[in-house]
């Protein structure tokens, strides 16, 4: 350790004698490598074409390297030095001898050997905190093959912008290099020996020399690592084997034995280790994917029998995707606690021979034991995993949506339609579970977008619940899959960020308040008008219904992070079915209100119709009693799904804070309400009382039809042109579709059409007895 | 006073509510509704003109395309009659087809980069120059069927400029009126690409190709280019290279008449990388403003490198107009040199965007 320390203060007082010159005089490192390495391509395309101007290509690409940039990686690396005085050297003995392919290795590995230098110049000035000199040298590096369909990423760079902002820490940023860098060189490695075996099926004798000496000289900047996993003894092995490679490339002979002993070596090698973000990514993908085994099975076994052979083949799929993640992670939980590791790696077998077997029809173990296997691993690995995994990833989530999307598009293809509407089942009740809830709260306009593209849309891109539905062509689907990964991309960046603690107690609270607020108006109107003796009684029916609301959410919380992913499937039909009972009350309960309390509070006498009304007292208790209920259930439901993923991010404490401060306000808006009613004369108080249920009628309605319209239980026909901030449809459940406007206005109708026929009757009743009205109306208003 | 008091328990009431409503936005604003340093407007500026002459060339084809359909439609499509009678009339329809297509296509080639690129306009890309065939590649076929006139289908039969070319130059069977030998230049001799093109063929797609530019236009009107649009088309479509150089190396300026593609056949693909390059460097000039304020060292580097990979396309397109015949293996190490430089642009465009804050779309 001493010697490791004095070495690092001797480079770093090297780094500091030669740094400022360096960054005075010299052109920026990157520059520098690219002149080297356009000039040796200039000379092997020279010396390929028999053209003078070779040896010149090659004078300037030694000048170019020698100088400040020479000195750098000479002090810092020297072996990368010294393999690029010698491959200089070599090509000059090529280009005397005219060999293209000998040049041609050579020329890979001098460029190797500058990456090579270049990565450890950027390691050690961050272990030195010297961000300017990590930051102009990490431009001497490659980047993955990019296509039109992948991006390069941008960890190193990112990370070594925190490191100057000192948000990240000197080891964090060298892991975000490692993992950015050795997984870069790691996949140019493999694309090197893909394309020399190309190259090698076409003949190509000099990209054969020049690949087999590329992909040895990306081995030599991940051998560290392939080092330290393996031993210093496999690691010579593998230089060996490297080295057969080139020697057959370089002489002609056949290279398949040499190149399957490289691939033999490099069998499950991963150079690049797994930076934070990633090992909570990958936790969660082990989780969720392992959660979701069980339920596949489930499905595809009946009486002892495999029914649907897909759904098994599904239930594998995601066994090998967990235990992909568990073979990423294994280091890590060894680390935690190796006997849990074994037993979870024993726990993964176990799980995996009871699919296969059933895959096979040998042996259909009944669902509980799969479900009891699967449970015990997800405990172990609970157990065994360290907290800041366990808060959740809403990286990992979109991930598992991903998987479950492709799933749906393979079904597709195969015709399956049944099978994709499935998997696209899961892929949402991954997002109802997961990140909707701070997606509900961060990018509420993406919501109504994602969900449109999940169920029954009909936008540009329709709904895939529609397009499944009907059987639509593949080209259709992918358009809207395309469309919805876009989106989910756009909220995924958004939700990146990881939350602030206040932000979560924010969240919850708003989620409560914004859930709570229309039970809690009709409930506190209600009960507000209820003022007059003969109707308090009927307070208490609702106050039943409430209490009992209360404790189904508080059931539902409890049992929800146990049955999250089952329950979030049906999660918006649930909803649905719950808003139709609650306004089908509340319709009721509006007429009765109107009819009943209006009318007979100012001129019925009570007494006098006491007989009649007690045949109606049962179905009227019992209507108050649901009113209570499904007031409060369909938000507590709601409000359950959409705190569980905030109490996977931060913990229970956090969230629960948010609903005490949530709910606190809530009930204020309730009491005020309440308070302020009874102090209102009667006759304003029914005023207000009607308006606020009408009001709170009006939302339901529109949210309805929008749940039912996501679910697909009624068409949608939008309103084109119109377009309404998303907040609108959020608070006001107005949506700009036919149905759902028209049904809102139909609602309006009924709620001013009521009131009109109570005051006609009213009239009418106040015209057919006049004489005996007068003081019983000056007893019921107090005047 | 009764009424004083409904108004402040309504108004409380609405207040309440709306509070709660404009809870909720704490959307993150983003980095581009900030004032921005890029010149977005001029991408949008050489976008719009070059669609303007693209739009010329393609009615132009439209119209050559008619006059030929006429010409076969008046002989009842006896192709044999029509070459016997009108060859005059009908190797000048031909020949100027093949003008107006040599003229659209690096136009269009001119605005790939950003057409390609550009997630709202990318469609267009698909239907006019890169996707395949329903039969070549189910997966990633165009989105249309072809309707020719006589009424035949041709169920999604690629990329428009594709069809059109492998119609007027003869490298599809299926277009083709191969029972008749047109010598259009009257040199005596009958040369590649001269044809009798199916006469509804040539019509059907050069109609429908002028209808999608004039949607293009539309849509190119309409556009509003953002920072996150423009570093998208450049990370999008700078590191194509080998695609572009692989089918280079598999045409006929490469493989010779042992070539069996059938598109890229009058024109060097070295010359349409050659323009998408051009329009590549002029998104790149919008957005060099924003990374100069970043790193103008790496603004300067990324720079020079686009130019760079310009400058060697366009070496290789002079050697290949000089005449050197390249062999596979050439033009395979070619294609990966251009391929290096193009990932290595990509990548610095990419680091760039993520300092900046710009999302690279998918």
């Known amino acids: 350790m001493r010697k490791l320390l004095k070495s690092l203060t001797l480079l770093t007082l090297i780094l500091a004698a030669i740094h400022p010159n360096v960054r005075a005089e010299a052109l920026p490192p990157a520059q520098v490598a690219e002149t080297i390495r356009s000039s040796l391509f200039a000379a092997q395309m020279s010396l390929q074409s028999n053209d003078p101007n070779a040896e010149i290509e090659l004078d300037h690409a030694e000048a170019a390297y020698r100088g400040s940039f020479q000195s750098m990686i000479a002090a810092v690396n020297p072996a990368a030095d010294e393999r690029i005085h010698e491959g200089f050297a070599r090509m000059r003995a090529a280009l005397a001898k005219t060999s293209p392919r000998k040049f041609a290795a050579a020329r890979a590995q001098v460029w190797t050997a500058i990456l090579n230098g270049g990565y450890s110049i950027v390691e050690l000035s961050i272990h030195n905190n010297d961000v300017a000199t990590a930051q102009d040298w990490l431009g001497v590096r490659e980047f993955r093959t990019a296509t039109r369909f992948s991006r390069p990423n941008a960890d190193a760079t990112l990370a070594l912008q925190r490191l100057a902002a000192q948000s990240i820490t000197t080891d964090d940023a060298l892991q975000f290099l490692r993992a950015d860098l050795f997984d870069t060189y790691q996949a140019r490695l493999y694309e090197a020996l893909r394309d020399l075996e190309s190259a090698d099926q076409n003949g190509f004798t000099i990209r054969r020399a020049e690949l087999a000496a590329l992909a040895a000289g990306y081995f030599d900047i991940l051998a560290p690592a ?33 190149l399957d002993s490289v691939y033999a070596a490099l069998e499950n090698f991963r150079a690049a280790p797994l930076n934070p973000s990633e090992q909570s990514r990958r936790a969660g993908q082990l989780l969720r994917y392992l959660n979701l085994v069980p339920v596949e099975y489930e499905r595809g076994v009946s009486n002892g029998q495999v029914t649907k052979q897909l759904e098994i083949q599904e239930a594998v799929t995601f066994h090998e995707a967990a235990q992909a993640a568990f073979d990423d992670l294994r280091d890590l939980l060894d680390a935690q606690n190796p006997q849990n590791t074994d037993q979870a790696a024993q726990l993964f077998e176990t799980l995996g021979v009871q699919l296969a077997d059933a895959s096979t029809d040998t042996r259909v173990s009944a669902p509980e034991e799969v479900r009891e296997t699967t449970t015990r691993l997800i405990a172990l690995l609970e157990t065994t995993m360290p907290d800041e995994w366990k808060k959740g990833s809403t990286a990992g989530d979109f991930d598992v949506i991903e998987s479950m999307l492709d ?7 195969n015709g ?44 540009e ?20 899959r395309t469309a919805l990964e876009a989106e989910l991309k756009n909220v995924e960046e958004i939700l990146s960020v ?117 045949a109606g007292e049962a179905g009227l208790i019992l209507g108050l009693v649901s009113l209570g209920f499904t007031s409060v259930y369909r938000e507590g439901l709601e409000t359950v799904l959409f705190l569980q993923a905030l109490v996977l991010e931060s913990g ?97 109708g009924f709620v001013i059409g009521s009131y009109y026929l109570a005051e006609n009757m009213k009239m009418r009743r106040r015209a057919n007895s006049v004489p005996t009205s007068l003081a019983q109306e000056g007893k019921a208003t107090g005047q | 006073m009764v009424h004083k008091t409904n108004l402040f328990f309504i108004v409380t009431l609405v207040l309440v509510w709306l509070v709660g409503a404009c809870a909720p936005v704490a959307t993150p604003t983003p980095a581009a509704q900030e004032t921005s340093l890029a010149d977005l407007g001029a991408i949008k500026t050489y976008l719009l003109g070059k669609i303007t002459n693209l739009k010329i060339s393609s009615t132009d084809l439209k119209s050559v395309s008619d006059a030929y359909y006429k010409l076969a439609q008046a002989a009842d499509f006896d192709y044999a009659a029509l070459w016997a009678n009108h060859p005059a009339e009908v190797a000048s329809a031909l020949l100027d087809a093949k003008t107006a297509w040599m003229v659209a296509s690096p136009l269009y080639e001119q605005i790939e980069g950003i057409v390609a690129g550009v997630p709202g306009l990318s469609e267009y890309d698909i239907i006019l120059d890169a996707s395949a065939s329903g039969e070549d590649d189910p997966e990633n076929a165009v989105p249309f069927d072809l309707t020719l006139p006589d009424g035949r289908v041709l169920s999604k039969p690629g990329n428009l400029f594709g069809v059109l070319e492998t119609a007027l130059w003869g490298t599809d069977p299926d277009y083709l009126i191969a029972a008749v030998e047109a010598d259009l230049d009257a040199d005596g001799a009958l040369e590649f690409g001269e044809v009798l093109p199916d006469a509804n063929v040539l019509k059907g797609a050069a109609d429908l190709m002028d209808e999608y530019v004039s949607k293009l236009e539309t849509s190119a009107q309409a556009w509003a280019p953002t920072e996150s649009d423009a570093f998208t088309a450049l990370v999008v479509m700078v590191p194509t290279m080998s695609e572009y150089f692989e089918s280079w190396k598999n045409s006929r300026f490469v493989a010779g008449e042992a070539s069996t593609q059938r598109d890229f056949v009058a024109i060097s693909r070295l010359s349409d990388i050659q323009d998408i390059l051009s329009s590549l460097q002029v998104v790149y000039a919008g957005v060099k403003p924003l990374i100069i304020n970043l790193d103008p060292d790496k ?32 033009a395979d190490l070619l294609g990966a040199e251009a391929q290096n430089r193009a990932t290595a642009i990509a990548g610095q465009i990419s680091q760039a965007a993520a300092a900046l804050n710009i999302a690279i779309e998918e």
């Open chain 1, 652 to 748: 229970t404490g956090l969230v629960l804070a948010g609903v005490a401060i949530g709910f606190l306000a809530t009930v204020l808006v309730g009491i005020v309400t309440f308070k302020v009613q009874t102090r209102l004369p009667y006759m304003d108080m029914l005023i207000i009382t009607g308006i606020l249920i009408g009001g709170v009628l009006l939302v339901m309605v529109g949210k309805t039809i929008h749940v039912l319209q996501v679910v697909g239980w009624m068409p949608t026909t939008p309103i084109t042109g119109m377009d309404m901030p998303y907040w609108v449809g959020m608070w006001f459940g107005t949506y700009p579709t036919w149905q759902g406007l028209l049904l809102q206005l139909a609602a309006a």
């Open chain 1, 226 to 258: 392939y080092a330290e996993q393996r031993g210093a003894q496999a690691l010579d092995e593998v230089h060996r084997l490297f080295s057969d490679l080139q020697t057959a490339t370089i002489s002609e002979a056949t290279i398949q034995p040499a």
């Open chain 1, 407 to 413: 799933q749906m598009m393979t079904a597709v293809r």
């Open chain 1, 498 to 614: 990881q939350s602030a603690p206040l932000a979560i107690v924010g969240n919850a609270g708003i989620i409560v308040f914004r859930e709570g607020l229309e039970a809690v108006v009709i409930l506190a109107s209600l009960m507000g008008s209820m003022k007059a003796a003969e109707s308090r009684k009927y307070r208490r029916p609702m106050w039943w219904g409430t209490g009992l609301a209360l404790l189904a959410t508080i059931i539902t919380w409890l049992l929800a992070r146990g049955i999250l992913v089952s329950l979030a499937r049906y999660g918006e039909k649930l909803e649905a079915v719950v808003s139709l009972i609650a306004i089908a009350v509340l319709l009721l309960i509006t007429n009765w209100f109107f009819h009943k309390t209006y009318w007979t509070g100012w001129i019925a006498s009570f007494q006098s119709k006491k007989k009649r009304l007690l």
């Open chain 1, 461 to 480: 891109n329709k709904g895939l619940a529609f397009l499944i539905q009907q059987h639509a062509h593949l080209s259709e689907i992918k358009a809207s």
């Open chain 1, 416 to 459: 399956e339609y049944d099978l994709a509407e499935s998997a696209r089942l899961e892929a949402y009740a991954v997002l109802e579970s997961g990140p909707e809830a701070r997606l509900s709260v961060l990018a509420p306009q993406s919501k109504i977008v994602i969900e449109d593209l999940f169920w029954n849309g009909q936008g």
């Open chain 2, 299 to 330: 603004a300067a580097q990324i720079e020079s490198d686009l130019d760079g990979l310009k400058a060697y396309v366009e070496g290789v397109y002079r050697q290949e107009q000089g005449g050197k015949q390249f062999t596979a293996e050439e």
